[in-house]
Every structure is written in C-alpha cells, then in structure tokens.
C-alpha cells in the first residue's frame, strides 16, 4: 500500500493547487471588467483542452506508463499559476486556461487509475481514497487562497499555488513505475471509441460524467462570479467551497465502503436526488446563509455520483486497457464541462444566475432518471 499512500500525497498537493488557482481565478477576471458571459467562456477552455488530450493521454499511460504524464501533469499546472500571477489580459486568461487543460488532461485520468492499480485488488477502496484526498486538498486550497487574495493580493494567492505545485512534481519523481502487466504493443489494439461503442457500463459512466462535468464547472465558476457580483468577498466563497469539499470528503471516503455493499445505480440516484436539490436551493437561496445549504448538499451528492462513475469504468475493462476506458469517462466529464459552461454562461449573462442553476436542475434529475435505468448494471473486481 505505500504506492497509494504515496499517489495520494501527489494527488493532495496537485489539486490544492489546481484548487487555490481555480477558487479566484473567475473573480480576478471580473475584477479586470470582463463580464460574466466572457469570463464563463475562458473558465470553459480548460475542460475542451483536456477533452481534446484525454485519449491519446489513456493510449499513452497504457503503452508507455503514466509516471511522466503525472509529472508533466503537475509541472505544467504549476507554470499555469505563475503564469496567472502576471495575467492581466484576455489572452493572458486564455494562455493560463489552456495550461490549466493540459495539466488536468497529464494527470487526472492517469492518477485515477494509477489508484485502482495500487489498491492491490480493492479498487472501490483506491478510488474512495483518491476521492477523499482530493476533496481534503479542496478543503484547503480556496481558503488558503480566499485569505491570501483579501489580504495580501492575487499575486501571493497565484504564486503559493505554483509553489505547492513543485512540491508535487518533486513527489512524482519518487513514484514506481504504472506500467500494467499486458500494457505491452503486442496487445489487440482496441481504439477509445470501440471501448465505448461496445460497452453499455462504460457508456453509463461517461454519459452521467457528461452531466456530473456540467454542474461541478458550474459550482467552480459561475457560484464563484456569482459571490463576487452579490457583494461577497473572496474568503467568503473561499469557506462555501471548503464547506462543499469536507462533505464531499466525507462521501468520497465512505463511498469504497457503500459501492462495496449496495448497487451503484441506488447510491448514484441518491446522488443525483442530492445534486438535483442543491441547485434548486441555489436558486432560491442566494442572498441569504440558504446558499450554503447547497454546498454540503451538492458535496454529499458528488461524493457518491463521481467514484461511482470511475469504479463503473475502471472495472468495465481488463486491466490493460484501463487508461483508455478512464481517459473516454473523463472526457465526457470534460466535454460537460466545456460545452455545457458556455451554454450556462450565456443564460447566466443573459437571464441570470438563477435560471443557469435551474437548467442544472434539470439536467441532474434527468441523470438521476438514467441511473434509475441501470439496475441491471453489474460491477466486477478487476483483476489485481
């Protein structure tokens, strides 16, 4: 288990830094005077970047082994943040964006797999625990960064995140190797698109990914912009978001435990009840301490939809193709998140933000119905 315990030192100090940059990058952009639609569109480029690499990512990680992806990974996410710190125009925003999608597309997928392999045959578990440490980095980073930027200025937030980024790349280098045992060339070769054709559980997953990726961008960017243009100040959305990351640490922890015992479409629906429930409160509660109801309602949510998706499309394949089946999950989480932000920008621009969280609304019910659906879905242990 000292592989995992080590992965999950990376995976904390890699998205305490993605989350210290994320949590005030949207409300540095409209502190320049960009409005809220542009901004929405700059924050989407992320996730469209890390879509268009996601595939050939899960190919390589599965030829060649995913150790010099996580530390590209982490190295580009840390140019990123010091990058950010210098930011002053749109194409400055863009360029930070861009690199912020690069760093997700290196180190997301990998790590999520790299995760299951370590778990040494548990891989509800492995997943559960990369969850966990993530939300407990997201705990941290935008209260660290909320504090620094009220206090002191963007520039000390950016640049301690490109600080605890090369910590990171520091630990990647001390990983074993993430070569899979039959990763090798000589394989079948199995394109991404067939994996998904082919697969209805791999189709569940990526299907409510795209869903879940719409309505995580959503609570990243558009509350953000929301906070800011309400009146609040940075450490105000700084403790919403750290609110929505402890409980859905607390979900992403016990979640190992739950897929372990019960069928994943009855905790996915319970999931998507809880997220669906969150936004409508959003739209209801903004303005008033109702708001941070949605935080712990929409972590709680998250903490069960989101290691569901991964446990169905890690272990819906052998081993060896496990990469490519995790990089199609996290681009359709990718492509949610890219092509639905700029739809939800465009209504939050136009109509407002409470009309973009009720199309959210709308959207989770209607993945809460397709997890109703999947009754029939059985989930296998991959092999160790």
Known sequence: MRRLYLLLVLVFSHFMAVSMLNSVIARYMRDTGLSVTVSGWIIAITPLVAAALRLPVGSLADRYGAKPLLALGVATGAVAAVLAAR????????????????????????????????????????????????????????????????????????????????????????????????????????????????????????????????????????????????GYSATAYGMYQALLAATAFISRLSSGRLYSRYPAWLLLTIGYILETISFTVLVAGMGSYLA?????????????????????????????????????????????????????????????????????AILTTIAMMQALRARRIVVTKPQN
Request: charged share 10%.
């Open 292 to 360: 941070y109801l949605a935080a712990p309602l929409y972590g709680f949510g998250s903490g069960l939809c989101i290691p569901g998706h991964q446990l169905l499309a890690s272990t819906s394949v052998p081993p060896s193709l496990g990469n490519r089946a995790i990089g199609v999950y996290v681009l359709g989480f990718d492509l949610g998140g890219a092509l639905g932000l700029f739809v939800v920008s465009k209504i939050a621009g136009s109509y407002g933000y409470t009309a973009a969280y009720g199309a959210i």
């Open 87 to 230: 930011a002053k125009s749109l194409t400055d925003f863009l360029a930070v964006r861009m690199l912020q999608g690069i760093a997700n597309a290196f180190f997301i997928g990998p790590s999520i797999y790299a995760a299951v392999v370590f778990s040494e045959g548990r891989a509800a578990h492995g997943i559960a625990y990369r969850s966990a440490t993530l939300n407990a980095a997201t705990v941290a980073g935008p209260v660290t960064a909320g504090i620094l930027v009220d206090n002191v200025g963007y520039y000390a937030a950016f640049t301690a995140a490109s600080l605890v980024a090369l910590v990171g790349a520091a630990i990647s280098t001390s990983l074993p190797s993430l070569r899979v045992q039959g990763s090798s060339g000589g394989e079948r070769r199995v394109s991404a698109w067939s994996l998904l054709v082919e697969n209805p559980v791999l189709l569940l997953a990526t299907s409510l990914a795209l869903v879940d990726g719409v309505a995580f961008f959503t609570m990243a960017s558009i509350v953000q912009m929301h906070f800011r243009d309400a």
